[in-house]
Every structure is written in structure tokens, then in C-alpha cells.
């Protein structure tokens, strides 16, 4: 019941800035905010699939293997491109603020699509490797059969571990170092672009600290183990725990960050709120005919 609440109430904050993002065209029309409206789907779709497994998993303790790998597949997708969509929303910090006049050609609305279209190729592509090696490897029975549904009980192949530790290095190392020069570039701009260069170095600051937990998510498996090994009678206990942590809580951090604390999308949730209002304490206002 805490995992489906918690899931229903992030979604709800998440779907109400979605709503906001389709309903005006001021945000369609910049990249910063399709950016950031592809950081809250991901977000939306991770927690919500996540919590579906977790849910199901101890109801029925088991699954069928062929449903958990296309739900395990989902959950990776979005995982792996949260971290990435951060690095693409630093880059186009940086080009706002160090290159304005150019910002318009380079950050065109076509090649933010295009850009969006690209994350989720790269991240397909370290995927299919291991979905084609477990299906050319594994007996048609195993994909019939029930396993607890985690990553190491469907890609069983050793191997697997190591080729996921060093594609998560690897991405990780380019976003950090995305991060750091979009920073430190940012940080020596000139001073006619104090204002705006402040608050740039702010929202790439932040975008390191949901990247730190984007990270935790990564040292999910080694976490469980590890205090599996020291409290083995807690297993169930133990799983619930760290994934309310590490994979439910951090989706608060998209909209809090960036929905509430930017003004224009504060603007539009409070004119919401208002006609809400309104609507509620005026009804009469609304059915009034001229006579």
C-alpha cells in the first residue's frame, strides 16, 4: 500500500505537469522544457512499471519470464536515459548562456526530437545484445516458467554482469564529465550574463545531485546483497526498503526541481489552481445568461 500510494502521488504531480506542457505551446516550442517533460515521462514510466513488478512479485512471488523481460526491459530504458537526458539539458544550459545568438540554430525544436530519438537508440542498442544472447541460449521452456523477477534470474550468462558494470562506467563517466564542463564554462562566463549565468549553474549544480542518485540506483543489487548477507532472515524486508530509497523516492526530485522551481511553469500551475478555485467557490458565475 505505501509503494502503490507513493506511486500514485508522484504520478499525479508528474501527469499535472505533462498536462500543463501539452496544454500550452510556449513550452512546445523550447527545448529546455522538451527536455525536461522527457525527464518526467521517463520518470512516470520507470516508477510506474517498477512499482507493477514490485507489487506483483509479492502477490504471486513469481513470474513468467517472458513478462518480466519485457518489464525489466521498460525499466531499463527509462532508467538509462534519465542520466543521459541530464547531460543533453546541461548541454543546452551551456549553448543558452555561452553561445545566445546561436542558441536558436543549435537547439532548434527539430534537432531536440532528433536528440531525444538518439537516447533512446543508444540505449536500445547496450540492450539488445542480451535479449538476442538469452533468446538464441535459453530453452522455449524457460521463457514459460516462473522466476522472482530480477535481472540475474532472467540474463544468467556471468558475463552479463560485466558487460552492465562497464556500459553504466561508461555512461556515467561521459555524463559527469559533461556536467563538469558545462559547469566550469558556465562559471567563467562574462558578466553582462551574471543573472541568467547564476541560475544556469544552479540547475546544472542540481542536475549533479540527481545524477548522484541516478548513481545509487546503480549499486541497487550490491546494496541488497550486502545487507541480505548480514540480515538473512529479512530478505523481503530488506528489498522493500531499499527500493522505496532508491528507486520511488528520487522520482520526487524531476518535479520539485524543475516543475515548481520554474517560474513559468509556476505561473501556468497557479492559473490552474485559480480557475479551479473559482470554478468551486463561484459556480454560478459560469451558468449566468445575459437576459
Known sequence: MTTVVLCIAINY?????????????VFSMNPRYILY????????ILLTMFTLLQVLSYIMFTLYVSFCI???MIVIFASQNNPLTLAVMAVECYIAICFPLRHAQICSIKKTYIVIGLLWAINTFSFLPELFVVMATESLEFFHSRVFCLRENVFRQPYFKTKRDASNIVFLVIVWLTLFYTYLQILFTAKAA?????????????????????MLTYGYNAMIEGLTYLFPKGVLDI??????????????ISPVIYGLR???FRQYLKRYRICSVQVKTHPHKTLKRPL
Open 13 to 25: 504531480v508528474n501527469s499535472i505537469l505533462v498536462y500543463t506542457f501539452s496544454r500550452h505551446q
Open 37 to 44: 517533460i522527457h525527464l518526467v515521462i521517463n520518470d512516470i
Open 70 to 72: 519485457v518489464g525489466l
Open 194 to 214: 551574471a543573472a541568467d549565468a547564476r541560475k544556469a549553474r544552479n540547475t546544472i549544480l542540481l542536475h549533479g545531485f540527481q545524477l548522484l542518485l541516478c
Open 239 to 252: 528489498r522493500y526498503t531499499v527500493a522505496i530509497l532508491l528507486q520511488v523516492l528520487p522520482r520526487l
Open 262 to 264: 520554474d517560474k513559468m
